[in-house]
């Protein structure tokens, strides 16, 4: 990737190809002289700004976005879909996706099969233990865990308005005693919650790019003897200690580090 972009969230690199693309499609179509309909103009439109993605080095999952996006656009153009529903769709996925332009961390929701999983690494429920979910989107985590072992405390942390209030409302509605969710960033310091030295088993499903800085954040936090555990993504140069493959629909695997 060409150095000025590799400074941009790929969201904005994204879209400045897609710009890029626009105006060279454009180009060409006045200078050849050549009658193009809207959807065939938008396919040529997608097809530059793919190529101009998979050359510029965004994630591989970024190629069919920018291959549909002109020719979903035309498409939803020519339904003559009244402008509410666009609104109202833009307001529930800012809600849901409030920061993934930041974080580079989407909503990514585990399985029951994981989260039955996590059951075994749980201390002895004796010992009143402390579990936190990082990013704990709609809280399924969080109140598996709180009816699996009543004994612990489990805390969540999450930064989208929408998967926040709706797991603030499961907790609440549910009856849950042993578990809380906050609103906020992970880096958040001043989150009392994300003080990582405060819990036995440390759970995050987030992404590629924030794994690093977590693993620093997880190796000066946490207590020797607790247990960290990343859902699917893996830390960059360090080996796990054990890893446990999901036969569910994500092939999900669990990767375990004792501190």
């Known amino acids: 990737m060409p150095a000025p972009l590799k400074k941009l969230p790929p969201a904005v690199t994204a879209l400045l190809l897609q710009f890029a693309a626009f105006a060279l499609t454009m180009l060409g179509v006045r200078l050849s002289g050549l009658q193009s309909s809207p959807l065939i103009f938008a396919l040529l439109c997608g097809l530059l700004a793919a190529a101009f993605t998979y ?8 190629l069919p976005i920018q291959l549909l996006f002109a020719p979903a656009l035309v498409a939803m153009l020519a339904l003559n879909i009244p402008p509410d529903v666009f609104l109202v769709a833009f307001l529930i996925l800012l809600a849901v996706y409030w920061s993934t332009f930041r974080t580079q ?3 990514y929701l585990s399985s029951n099969k994981v989260w039955r999983a996590l059951e075994g690494f749980l201390p002895d429920a004796k010992t009143g233990f402390r579990f936190i979910d990082l990013g704990s989107g709609l809280g399924g985590v969080l109140t598996h865990l709180a009816r699996a072992q009543p004994d612990g405390y489990y805390s969540g942390v999450e930064s989208a308005p929408l998967p926040f209030l709706w797991s603030w409302l499961r907790i609440k509605l549910g009856g849950y005693r042993n578990c809380n969710v906050q609103w906020g960033s992970i880096w958040d310091d001043n ?10 088993v440390v759970f995050a499903y987030l992404s590629p790019v924030p794994m690093e800085r977590l693993w620093r954040k997880a190796r000066a936090e946490m207590r020797p003897g607790t247990i960290f555990i990343s859902s699917t993504f893996a830390v960059p140069g360090q080996s796990p200690h054990e890893t446990v493959q999901m036969d569910d629909l994500h092939r999900s695997t669990l990767l375990i580090w004792r501190m």
């Open 191 to 200: 989150l009392a919650a994300c003080n990582l030295a405060q819990y036995d």
């Open 55 to 62: 050359f510029a080095g965004l994630a591989r999952w970024w």
């Open 105 to 107: 961390v989407p909503l």
